[in-house]
């Protein structure tokens, strides 16, 4: 229930954020006799409705709540801090992408995510990290896609 | 006849060695990517498009459909062994395969997939073949209008099937189509909520959001079940890989039943291989003569929902090509790499491009029948796949998915909005709302403004011409109907129930 108020509110707020976004989009009347702001300014409309219809639910769910409904416990945010440890990780693997070059930022990030998640198989996590990163790179450049070298000569 | 030249020619097309390469890589990564749980076709497909940027557009295509439908015999597999459907339409599969897995009976439910999953979709694709034709020559009268009410109709259908709660997928479609409307405006030449980012000019790239909505997000809820301890049991595959006479005389009829409820269920918007299993499974349990043994291992109630699953990505290839509409997520993304290619599927493609289209549509034939040899003698391969550990693959599905959003244009800064993509998603499912909605506006919602833009000049501001034709009434009439009946079923449902406790 909290979850769905949280939903709503957000809901509304897009949709307050996005009509005053729409009214500042400049209009020029040229050729284009509905403009750019039209749809737009139904898809905020639909947005508010939408919230409306998830306020109609949300009633409907408390007069009948649904037996047996989990609650968010508070052992709930020790894996929330897991994923959120991996979104940073993920953000600074990003950053180092074109830094250290594909290869090495990879099987960094890879090795790091392995240990945590795949934990004691030190020499398993190891070779298929680097050996992925290796494979990976050779396939893609045969395929002509292309990923940053880096701080590697090749 | 020209038709039948057409389909002949397709043939050439898909029989070409070139072609034929390319329909088994996409069927192999197709079973690969379904066996695997944690990434779906929509991701798979959605990566593998900067891989294919400088193939031909027509094996490209051939590759693309082939792991769409691939994924479905792979889902199957995952769902016997493991009880945790490999792809979200093998989780009627999972309830009775499982069960026929602990009796012993593995092999008979893998086989009966495969078959199943063989002759419902060869029969989708025959399907296929015969409904094309007449409903692109149909899609021909289409104006603007007609254009935006069947977009508009496909996207309330989705909405309305999407989950649990209609309101909560209808928020999650008309987000994507706000997301849609960022970047340069293509009529008037003015930019929409950029911020000023130059990167969002172009506005988001629906690749990138659908690897973050579906292989980032995924990834991210695996690892939370790895962190939260929650496992799952492999069964080991042993014994004979085949069933028995009485086994098959039992399936016949659920596969050709599933079949046919799986292409309809395609074909319309909206409902896609889960709702089609479902409907196959209920259907099967009602019309048994042992319906207490579903849930306890009964083979019609993994040969069904199965042939359902297998026959819908056929139907959903309907609209694609004839109407250029996708039906789901992962049709959504066929129609985004058709698009990437500058080809618009549609009515007219048909007369333009009978070679892409029919080669296409025939490499299905062939490509089922690669997937009934992969499946049935090969699956002990792809069953290894299962004891990888999750702590492994999920970190390596995130390598791939950063390789498959950095190929798309070079740039670090679209990694970052594909990360945005993949919390978003993350924490969509975590409040249940669903994705699917969500990509799918975000594909069509250009098109569909424009379509509203164009149908608007023409009527001259005035919107009845949203309901001036008798396609357009319809549709627009069965929009009303999709968003409205969620709403008013239940209080029905509970009226009728109230009168007759009281009664």
């Not at chain 2, 959605?46 to 940027?53: H, S």
């Not at chain 2, 989705?158 to 970047?183: D, E, Q, R, Y």
């Not at chain 2, 596969?255 to 479902?278: D, H, S």
């Not at chain 2, 924490?427 to 799918?440: E, G, H, N, T, Y």
């Given at each position: 229930?909290?979850?769905?108020?949280?939903?709503?509110?957000?809901?509304?707020?897009?949709?307050?954020?996005?009509?005053?976004?729409?009214?500042?989009?400049?209009?020029?009347?040229?050729?284009?006799?509905?403009?750019?702001?039209?749809?737009?300014?139904?898809?905020?409309?639909?947005?508010?409705?939408?919230?409306?219809l998830?306020?109609?639910?949300?009633?409907?769910?408390?007069?009948?709540?649904?037996?047996?409904?989990?609650?968010?416990?508070?052992?709930?945010?020790?894996?929330?801090?897991?994923?959120?440890?991996?979104?940073?990780?993920?953000?600074?693997?990003?950053?180092?992408?074109?830094?250290?070059?594909?290869?090495?930022?990879?099987?960094?990030?890879?090795?790091?995510?392995?240990?945590?998640?795949?934990?004691?198989?030190?020499?398993?996590?190891?070779?298929?990290?680097?050996?992925?990163?290796?494979?990976?790179?050779?396939?893609?450049?045969?395929?002509?896609?292309n990923?940053?070298?880096?701080?590697?000569?090749? | 006849?020209?038709?039948?030249?057409?389909?002949?020619?397709?043939?050439?097309?898909?029989?070409?060695p070139?072609?034929?390469?390319?329909?088994?890589?996409?069927?192999?990564?197709?079973?690969?990517?379904?066996?695997?749980?944690?990434?779906?076709?929509?991701?798979?497909?959605?990566?593998?498009?900067?891989?294919?940027?400088?193939?031909?557009?027509?094996?490209?295509?051939?590759?693309?459909?082939?792991?769409?439908?691939?994924?479905?015999?792979?889902?199957?597999?995952?769902?016997?062994?493991?009880?945790?459907?490999?792809?979200?339409?093998?989780?009627?599969?999972?309830?009775?395969?499982?069960?026929?897995?602990?009796?012993?009976?593995?092999?008979?439910?893998?086989?009966?997939?495969?078959?199943?999953?063989?002759?419902?979709?060869?029969?989708?694709?025959?399907?296929?073949?015969?409904?094309?034709?007449?409903?692109?020559?149909?899609?021909?009268?289409?104006?603007?209008?007609?254009y935006?009410?069947?977009?508009?109709?496909?996207?309330?259908?989705?909405?309305?099937?999407?989950?649990?709660?209609?309101?909560?997928?209808?928020?999650?479609?008309?987000?994507?189509?706000?997301?849609?409307?960022?970047?340069?405006?293509?009529?008037?030449g003015?930019?929409?909520?950029?911020?000023?980012?130059?990167?969002?000019?172009?506005?988001?790239g629906?690749?990138?959001?659908?690897?973050?909505?579906?292989?980032?997000?995924?990834?991210?809820?695996?690892?939370?079940?790895?962190?939260?301890?929650?496992?799952?049991?492999?069964?080991?595959?042993?014994?004979?890989?085949?069933?028995?006479?009485?086994?098959?005389e039992?399936?016949?009829?659920?596969?050709?039943?599933?079949?046919?409820?799986g292409?309809?269920?395609?074909?319309?918007?909206?409902?896609?291989?889960?709702?089609?299993?479902?409907?196959?499974?209920?259907?099967?349990?009602?019309?048994?003569?042992?319906?207490?043994?579903?849930?306890?291992?009964?083979?019609?109630?993994?040969?069904?929902?199965?042939?359902?699953?297998?026959?819908?990505?056929?139907?959903a290839?309907?609209?694609?090509?004839t109407?250029?509409?996708p039906?789901?997520?992962?049709?959504?993304?066929?129609?985004?790499?058709?698009?990437?290619?500058?080809?618009?599927?549609?009515?007219?493609?048909?007369?333009?491009?009978?070679?892409?289209?029919?080669?296409?549509?025939?490499?299905?034939?062939?490509?089922?029948?690669?997937?009934?040899?992969?499946?049935?003698?090969?699956?002990?391969?792809?069953?290894?796949?299962?004891?990888?550990?999750?702590?492994?693959?999920?970190?390596?599905?995130?390598?791939?998915?950063?390789?498959?959003?950095?190929?798309?244009?070079?740039?670090?800064?679209?990694?970052?909005?594909g990360?945005?993509?993949?919390?978003?998603?993350?924490?969509?499912r975590?409040?249940?709302?669903?994705?699917?909605?969500?990509?799918?506006?975000?594909?069509?919602?250009?098109?569909?403004?424009?379509?509203?833009?164009?149908?608007?000049?023409?009527?001259?501001?005035?919107?009845?011409?949203?309901?001036?034709?008798?396609?357009?009434?319809?549709?627009?009439?069965?929009?009303?109907?999709?968003?409205?009946?969620?709403?008013?079923?239940?209080?029905?449902?509970?009226?009728?129930?109230?009168?007759?406790?009281?009664?």
């Amino acid at each position: 229930m909290m979850t769905d108020r949280v939903i709503l509110v957000g809901t509304i707020v897009v949709a307050g954020v996005y009509l005053f976004a729409t009214a500042q989009i400049p209009v020029l009347e040229i050729g284009d006799p509905l403009g750019p702001k039209a749809f737009p300014r139904l898809l905020g409309l639909g947005l508010l409705i939408a919230a409306g219809l998830l306020f109609a639910e949300m009633r409907k769910d408390r007069r009948a709540p649904v037996p047996g409904a989990a609650r968010v416990g508070s052992h709930d945010w020790r894996h929330l801090w897991v994923i959120a440890g991996v979104i940073v990780w993920t953000g600074a693997y990003y950053a180092a992408f074109e830094r250290l070059g594909y290869v090495v930022a990879t099987a960094i990030y890879l090795f790091a995510l392995m240990a945590w998640f795949n934990r004691g198989r030190w020499v398993t996590n190891a070779l298929a990290s680097v050996l992925f990163c290796l494979l990976s790179y050779a396939m893609f450049v045969k395929l002509d896609v292309n990923l940053p070298k880096g701080i590697l000569p090749f | 006849m020209e038709t039948l030249t057409h389909i002949l020619n397709g043939f050439a097309v898909s029989l070409q060695p070139i072609n034929l390469w390319y329909t088994f890589i996409g069927v192999f990564l197709g079973t690969i990517i379904g066996v695997l749980p944690g990434i779906g076709p929509s991701a798979g497909i959605a990566l593998l498009i900067p891989v294919t940027y400088g193939m031909n557009p027509t094996s490209a295509l051939i590759m693309m459909a082939g792991i769409y439908y691939g994924t479905k015999y792979g889902g199957s597999t995952t769902a016997i062994l493991i009880n945790t459907p490999g792809e979200a339409a093998s989780v009627m599969t999972a309830i009775d395969g499982y069960q026929m897995a602990k009796k012993g009976r593995a092999g008979a439910a893998l086989a009966i997939s495969a078959v199943g999953s063989f002759i419902a979709g060869t029969l989708g694709v025959v399907g296929l073949t015969v409904f094309a034709v007449p409903l692109a020559s149909m899609a021909l009268k289409f104006g603007p209008a007609e254009y935006f009410a069947l977009m508009f109709f496909a996207l309330t259908a989705v909405s309305s099937l999407g989950g649990k709660s209609p309101a909560k997928a209808m928020i999650s479609t008309i987000l994507g189509l706000m997301i849609a409307t960022i970047g340069i405006d293509l009529q008037s030449g003015q930019p929409r909520y950029t911020m000023g980012i130059p990167e969002l000019q172009d506005g988001v790239g629906f690749v990138i959001a659908v690897v973050g909505l579906f292989a980032i997000a995924e990834v991210f809820s695996t690892m939370e079940d790895i962190t939260k301890g929650v496992r799952s049991e492999i069964i080991r595959l042993k014994g004979r890989l085949w069933f028995t006479r009485d086994e098959w005389e039992r399936s016949v009829a659920p596969i050709l039943r599933g079949g046919v409820i799986g292409f309809v269920i395609g074909v319309l918007p909206g409902a896609g291989g889960t709702i089609a299993a479902i409907l196959s499974y209920v259907w099967e349990k009602r019309l048994s003569r042992h319906p207490e043994e579903f849930g306890k291992g009964a083979i019609e109630g993994v040969a069904g929902p199965e042939a359902a699953n297998n026959s819908d990505t056929a139907g959903a290839m309907v609209p694609l090509l004839t109407l250029g509409i996708p039906g789901g997520g992962a049709t959504a993304v066929l129609l985004g790499a058709f698009i990437m290619y500058g080809i618009q599927p549609g009515p007219l493609l048909f007369q333009n491009r009978p070679d892409l289209v029919w080669g296409l549509v025939d490499s299905m034939y062939i490509g089922n029948i690669m997937l009934l040899i992969l499946n049935l003698p090969l699956i002990g391969l792809f069953v290894r796949l299962l004891y990888i550990p999750r702590g492994i693959l999920m970190p390596l599905i995130m390598a791939i998915s950063a390789i498959g959003v950095y190929a798309l244009n070079g740039n670090p800064v679209e990694l970052y909005i594909g990360l945005l993509f993949g919390i978003a998603g993350y924490l969509f499912r975590k409040a249940d709302i669903p994705v699917a909605p969500m990509v799918l506006s975000l594909v069509l919602g250009g098109t569909m403004e424009q379509s509203f833009r164009q149908a608007m000049t023409i009527s001259g501001g005035n919107p009845g011409i949203f309901v001036g034709s008798a396609i357009s009434v319809t549709l627009v009439a069965l929009s009303a109907l999709s968003v409205v009946l969620p709403f008013i079923l239940p209080r029905l449902k509970a009226w009728r129930d109230g009168s007759r406790d009281t009664a």
